[in-house]
């Protein structure tokens, strides 16, 4: 995995985490929260905790792909970029950065009320 696909990916757990963390169960969003928070290693969070790093990995593991069933169930992220790109198109077309196409403001309205 490429620096950039890391950051990618810490970025998404920490964007699913922020929606859905009350979701996890006390030790995953603890060890989710030191490990992609605070940037812990494995093996800082097994030493604090007094338990394996075999052991922190699987529940890192479980509440990684918990968070990723819970957005494929619910969508929240998804909806919500959805939004904000249609929010910053919006922005685009009032600041004049671009110039609207007949009934493109319109579309973006509708978009947005069908989103969820």
Known sequence: MTSEEA?????????????????????QSTFLGLYFHDDYSLGEIAEEY??????????IKRAEQALE???AKLGLLRKHEERRQVAER????????????????????????NID
């Open 7 to 27: 950051l990618s990916k810490t970025n998404r757990i920490n964007m699913l985490f922020d929606i859905y963390g009350p979701l996890l169960t006390g030790k």
């Open 50 to 59: 007094e338990i394996s790093r075999q052991a922190v990995y699987e529940h």
């Open 69 to 71: 069933d819970y957005e």
């Open 90 to 113: 919006i922005e685009a077309l009032f600041a004049g950065e671009t110039s609207a196409l007949p009934g493109e403001l319109k579309e973006l309205v509708r978009k947005l009320y």
